[in-house]
Nanobody, 122 residues
Framework: QVQLVESGGGLVQPGGSLRLSCAASGRTISAYAMGWFRQAPGKEREFVAA????????YYADSVKGRFTISRDNAKNTVSLQMNILKPEDTAVYYC???????????????WGQGTQVTVSS
């Protein structure tokens, strides 16, 4: 079992930045692909970014490409999402997930955190 806890969410103005962190416990994440997803009110959970176990493959949703950066530190058992040039449409609950293979599909991930709220508003 892998337990995931997200942190770093909050309220930020448009154009601002936030850095989300996901701390894992229970097992090392070095054998897992890690992903970030988000869910806005009334909408389905959507893919944001994913990174393979070794960091060699990284994928982004088109909506965040060039603004968000996913990274991982297997030694610290953490995954991060640096979010720049935030827009109101980025407002959502952001979830960290771990799975056996890097994927943009939520159901392919086995472990999920509880989420952290990101609100982009002036």
């Amino acid at each position: 079992q892998v337990q995931l806890v997200e942190s770093g969410g909050g309220l930020v103005q448009p154009g601002g930045s936030l850095r989300l962190s996901c701390a894992a416990s229970g097992r090392t994440i070095s054998a897992y692909a890690m992903g970030w997803f988000r869910q806005a009110p009334g909408k389905e959970r959507e893919f944001v970014a994913a990174i393979s176990w070794g960091g060699g493959r990284i994928y982004y949703a088109d909506s965040v490409k060039g603004r968000f950066t996913i990274s991982r530190d297997n030694a610290k058992n953490t995954v991060s999402l640096q979010m720049n040039i935030l827009k109101p449409e980025d407002t959502a609950v952001y979830y960290c997930a771990a799975g056996s293979g890097v994927s943009i599909i939520p159901r392919t991930y086995n472990y999920w955190g509880q989420g952290t709220q990101v609100t982009v508003s002036s």
